[in-house]
């Protein structure tokens, strides 16, 4: 097992440590992100104005070009921004299909799988229990015992930088004579190693995910998403907040913190 595993991480340092990269957006996923950027602004804003008004019909149109005038501000501004930022994404290997990798370094399960008790009538196999979902790869452990199932995670743990994201499948131990065994088993080797290979779990009822957490954001650029994005929001929040405030002083100071608090957020979030 481990010498089909060396074959597999004998690979350039460069290359196995790239994981999360920096990447410029086109104009169009730019608009689209920023887009959502205004829709929240502009539900955020009319539920502050319908608040504001008391639910009063006759402002209630008022309000709503009000919004829709701050998510248009929001959209265009977040579109630069976004454009300008860009994003993070998982690069791992070029190149490299996780779900055809996964099938050759887990073949020799596959085979360990076939002499287990109930193989006859339950078998692991690469076709039907490793796959391709959303935007990651899963890789289901029905079917084999706890100690092939820890042998498959070791395998992963060893090669988390080429595959991403992995779901893996655990089953509640309904097919288990008395307590689950699979999933305590997993869980626990998962939250130990969970720090020191940088992952966030993601842990669901009969599954859980492994996520590469992403680089610690810089704080030169925190400071510069937080400069970039908060000179639009505050002055989308100033003259949101002062129109609907009828131009009153309290109105003004609330749009300018609203806008820096979410210019912070904005700035914080690893995207």
């Not at 990798?101 to 229990?129: G, M, Q």
């Not at 930088?161 to 869980?187: F, Q």
């Not at 129109?243 to 820096?260: C, K």
Request: charged share 25%; aromatic share 12%; net charge positive.
């Amino acid at each position: 097992m481990r010498e089909n595993l060396s074959q597999y991480l004998d690979d350039d340092p460069d290359e196995e440590f790239r994981g999360w990269v920096r990447r410029k957006m086109g104009w169009k996923e730019a608009f689209q992100t920023g887009f959502v950027l205004g829709v929240v602004g502009f539900v955020f804003t009319f539920i502050l104005h319908l608040y504001y008004i008391a639910l009063n019909p006759d402002l209630i149109v008022r309000g709503f070009k009000v919004a829709f005038a701050s998510s248009i501000f929001l959209t265009f501004f977040g579109c630069i921004s976004f454009k300008v930022v860009g994003k993070k994404v998982w690069e791992g290997h070029q190149g490299l299909d996780p779900l055809d990798f996964l099938k050759k370094i887990l073949f020799p399960i596959e085979e360990k799988a076939a002499k287990l008790l109930w193989s006859p009538v339950r078998t692991w196999k690469l076709n039907t229990h490793i796959r391709s979902e959303g935007i990651g790869t899963t890789v289901d452990l029905h079917d084999l015992d706890v100690k092939t199932g820890k042998e498959v995670l070791e395998i992963l743990i060893a090669v988390r930088k080429k595959i991403g994201r992995i779901r893996l499948v655990t089953g509640r131990g309904k097919h288990s004579s008395g307590e689950p065994k699979m999933r305590p088993a997993i869980l626990e080797i998962l939250r130990k190693k969970q720090l020191e290979h940088n992952w966030n779990l993601q842990i669901g009822q009969g599954s859980v995910t492994l996520r590469p957490r992403k680089n610690r954001i810089s704080n030169g650029m925190m400071f510069f998403k937080f400069i970039l994005f908060s000179i639009p929001l505050c002055l989308g929040g100033f003259y949101g907040f002062s129109a609907i405030g009828n131009g009153d002083e309290i109105s003004q100071i609330v749009g300018l913190v609203s806008g820096i608090f979410l210019a912070a957020i904005l700035a914080s979030y690893n995207n």
